[in-house]
């Protein structure tokens, strides 16, 4: 497995911590916990991101699996990544499949789209372990009217890097670190990453001076940046200028998440204004406003026949009701 090069502190400094930030339970779509993983952080410092939930993790008994209803979407993109467990995927747009166990499904809503994600019927049956998360990716002024895409990216495609001393695994899922690139396709330049790291092993990442740094914690202990800020479960941290970016675990961590497991993210700040309403990330209020229009008229798109049995989507529920 390459190994990532360790970046030198003269041509790639290393960024220093600006904030670390704790993202707060809360509910989604049907009732399926999750922690608002950028309630803390300015969106000038996520730019180009808008939001992140982390999904579960959780143990779901038989009857409890929950999704979220068709709703719809306009200006953005999301990014549903299932790091264990499985989420069902459908859209206007014919796009769709099964999101399993290290996969991403990346959806490019553009110009509009309705879609929905549910648990597979065998899994609400016998319920089991869920984790995943959202992601929300900015889409320029340029692009936001672009036709709806669909990418189904499998685990096995992600580029596999370890560090020098072979403590962290690193999956590059999208974006490029040290020359080995992801397989996921963006039309807003970010790198997106999901390294695990042993007790005491530490990964020096080489960053883009050019993109934003931030670094969230799925679960364990450790510490981020040269000045070994402490890192917990369920926080982000956010980095300043430079060129490189640091991640440690401790070397004492509990019995029940021996692994630092962290989301490494990156992007080139677009820059543009951001009018955010529920499932609409456009610039302008009046954008906003037609979306909605757009939206109760049927002009998103049509729910297809042979669709995913679910609750009416009239309601407009799931992360329509986000705002």
């Known amino acids: 497995m390459p190994h990532v090069p360790a970046p030198d502190p003269q041509t790639a400094p290393p960024r220093p911590v600006r904030s670390v930030t704790g993202a707060p339970r809360g509910f989604e779509g049907e009732g399926f916990p999750v922690h608002r993983a950028f309630a803390g952080a300015s969106l000038r410092d996520l730019d180009p991101f ?55 499904q990346w959806m490019t809503a553009g110009g509009g789209i309705l ?30 009217w672009n036709p709806p895409q669909y990418q189904s990216i499998e685990g096995p495609q992600a580029a596999l890097l370890s560090s020098p001393d072979g403590g962290a695994l690193v999956r590059v899922i999208a974006g490029e670190v040290a020359g080995h690139r ?3 396709g963006t039309f807003t330049p970010i790198t997106m990453i999901h390294a695990t790291l042993g007790p005491g092993a530490r990964l020096d990442l080489p960053w883009r001076p050019d993109f934003n740094a931030l ?76 979306a909605v229009e757009d939206f109760q008229s049927g002009r998103l798109g049509v729910i297809p026949a042979g669709r995913i049995p679910h609750t009416d989507p009239a309601t407009g529920g799931g992360d329509a009701e986000r705002n």
């Open 50 to 104: 808008i939001h992140m939930d982390q999904m579960g993790e959780v143990e779901y008994a038989p009857g409890e699996p929950k999704g979220t209803p068709w709703h719809p979407h306009r200006g953005f993109e999301t990014v549903t990544y299932i790091i264990d467990g499985e989420m069902e995927h459908q859209d206007s747009n014919g796009g769709g499949g099964l999101i399993a166990d290290g996969a991403t």
């Open 115 to 144: 879609h929905i994600e549910t648990p597979p019927e065998h899994l609400v049956v016998s319920g089991g372990l869920f984790h995943g998360i959202q992601l929300w990716v900015n889409l320029p002024r340029a692009n936001k």
């Open 182 to 184: 992801g397989p996921g």
């Open 215 to 290: 670094v969230y914690s799925l679960s364990g202990r450790g510490t981020v940046g040269a000045e070994q800020r402490p890192l917990d479960a369920h926080e982000l941290a956010v980095f300043g200028q430079g060129g490189s970016l640091s991640v440690a675990a401790t070397e004492r961590p509990d019995s029940r998440t021996p692994n630092l497991d962290v989301l490494i993210l990156g992007g080139r700040p677009i820059r543009e204004p951001v009018a955010h309403y529920g499932p609409f990330v456009m610039n302008t209020k009046a954008e906003i406003a037609q």
